[in-house]
């Protein structure tokens, strides 16, 4: 017995090894690593978060939603024709404008941005 292991028993602990059953390169094959960072959310998700916070009346959170998707450039002409609802019922009619004037550059086909434009302009 090695000098090293004596003064270990006389301690009162004991170094003891073990085989692994597995040679390095398959442990390496085998590693997985899981995150748990949330994954960035898509357009379409943020697009929806929104539309939803819009429908439920969260007025507040629908602007900050819609402001994002235009900073985030998103060409959603419903993100420009539902903030320009929001910015009608605040009485911005001509941010409004500008507004459903995208959303028909975007769509020329998109009825609810004419309308809306339409009401403005009357």
């Known amino acids: 017995m090695t000098e090293e292991k004596r003064h270990q028993k006389q301690a009162g602990y004991e170094v003891k090894t073990y085989p692994v059953p597995f040679a390095l390169n398959e442990i390496k094959d085998n590693i997985t690593l899981n995150t748990n960072t949330p994954s960035k959310p898509s357009k379409e998700q943020i697009i929806n978060q929104a539309i939803q916070f819009h429908s439920r009346g969260n007025i507040t959170e629908a602007e900050k939603y819609y402001k994002s998707c235009i900073n985030q450039s998103f060409d959603d002409p419903i993100v420009f024709s539902n903030y320009a609802t929001i910015l009608i019922d605040r009485g911005k009619t001509i941010e409004a404008e500008?507004?459903?004037?995208?959303?028909?550059?975007?769509?020329?086909?998109?009825?609810?941005?004419?309308?809306?434009?339409?009401?403005?302009?009357?």
Do not use: D, K, M, V
Request: charged share 5%; glycine share 4%.
């Open 98 to 122: 500008n507004l459903l004037s995208a959303a028909i550059q975007i769509n020329p086909n998109f009825a609810e941005a004419h309308y809306n434009l339409g009401t403005i302009l009357i």
